[in-house]
């Protein structure tokens, strides 16, 4: 790059030296956005200035990409800067806003059949509907025979297509948001003592952003310093604390089935954001240090306290083909 040319550009000479072709993908990516273009507006954040936080992490979303290939770590980097800059709201393209105004009513009490197994159905049955009337292409409705399969009562299924087909209006009309200047919105999971970071709103300038991202650069650089960025030293350079030394097997992130590697979620994922946002509850609510973080957590979900977003739904057709590894 220091060339001059652009990111895409020096990855694709890069590659061909180690004889890897990516100009044909490139060529299929750029297709397929020109698909997806045609149904929403894409902005190209290339061609705006002073995108990321500070250089710093600029340079460390270019290494995730290249050194790691690890787009969740640099999602994860781009969206909270994006919103530290901009201000908005932050949404995978895996989830969807709830449906709880489409099915309400409908005892599902007598299921034999996991909750989130049921979103999917609910989820599925809601696209297909927004397919058939959009006249999108009926090929992406996904098959769900083998979680029908699990259900009980057959005449459960007959209703839950018909309300969508009904209310579909109402899966369009979601609560209005409010969001503190100064403070986050992150989505809450099921269990009470987890958030996810697939969506977030914040304001432009959000006090709370501007924390957070200091705590990923303080994390990053602890790497720098103990030399684990680009290699897989044996010792460190100096003495920490447990705290921190979590991120020690960065470079093994995602090879390996145990949770010690899944750094990501610690280093720029929703691990980080909920252990900052648990350091400023007990900060700024004063709260005593023998009550434990789970029970902070609740704070999470209650409504006056603006932090949890809870209008959404996590499973859906697309999340179970979808991974951050």
């Known amino acids: 790059m220091s060339s001059g040319h652009s990111f895409d550009e020096s990855l694709i000479l890069i590659a061909k030296e180690i004889k890897v072709e990516l100009t044909y993908i490139l060529r299929l990516y750029k297709l397929k956005l020109?698909?997806?273009?045609?149904?929403?507006?894409?902005?190209?954040?290339?061609?705006?200035?002073?995108?990321?936080?500070?250089?710093?992490?600029?340079?460390?979303?270019?290494?995730?990409?290249?050194?790691?290939q690890n787009a969740a770590c640099a999602s994860d980097i781009l969206r909270l800067s994006l919103l530290y800059r901009d201000g908005g709201m932050y949404v995978d393209v895996d989830t969807l806003p709830s449906h709880k105004n489409v099915y309400k009513d409908i005892n599902i009490t007598t299921l034999s059949i996991n909750e989130n197994l049921l979103d999917i159905i609910k989820s599925e049955y809601l696209l297909q509907e927004v397919r058939q009337r959009k006249r999108y292409l009926k090929n992406r409705n996904i098959s769900l025979s083998?979680?029908?399969?699990?259900?009980?009562?057959?005449?459960?299924?007959?209703?839950?297509?018909?309300?969508?087909?009904?209310?579909?209006?109402?899966f369009y009309n979601q609560d209005s948001l409010y969001v503190h200047r100064d403070i986050i919105k992150v989505a809450t999971q099921n269990r009470i003592y987890e958030i996810n970071n697939n969506t977030l709103l914040a304001n432009k300038g959000s006090r709370c952003i501007r924390i957070i991202l200091k705590e990923v650069i303080r994390r990053y650089k602890y790497l720098h310093s103990n030399n684990f960025i680009y290699s897989t030293p044996s010792h460190k350079n100096e003495k920490v604390s447990n705290y921190l030394s979590r991120l020690d097997k960065y470079r093994h992130d995602g090879l390996s089935n145990y949770n010690d590697t899944e750094v990501t979620l610690l280093l720029t994922g929703p691990c980080l954001i909920h252990e900052v946002l648990?350091?400023?509850?007990?900060?700024?609510?004063?709260?005593?240090?023998?009550?434990?973080?789970?029970?902070?957590?609740?704070?999470?979900?209650?409504?006056?306290?603006?932090?949890?977003?809870?209008?959404?739904?996590?499973?859906?057709?697309?999340?179970?083909?979808?991974?951050?590894?």
């Open 278 to 325: 648990l350091g400023l509850c007990y900060e700024v609510f004063k709260i005593p240090k023998n009550i434990s973080p789970t029970s902070v957590s609740y704070i999470f979900r209650i409504d006056r306290t603006f932090l949890g977003f809870n209008n959404q739904t996590h499973y859906t057709p697309e999340q179970l083909r979808s991974s951050w590894l």
């Open 146 to 170: 083998h979680i029908e399969a699990q259900i009980n009562d057959k005449r459960i299924l007959i209703k839950l297509k018909e309300r969508a087909a009904d209310r579909l209006s109402d």
């Open 34 to 68: 020109l698909q997806v273009s045609k149904l929403v507006k894409i902005i190209d954040i290339r061609d705006s200035q002073d995108i990321f936080y500070n250089k710093y992490l600029e340079k460390m979303y270019f290494n995730e990409l290249t050194l790691r």
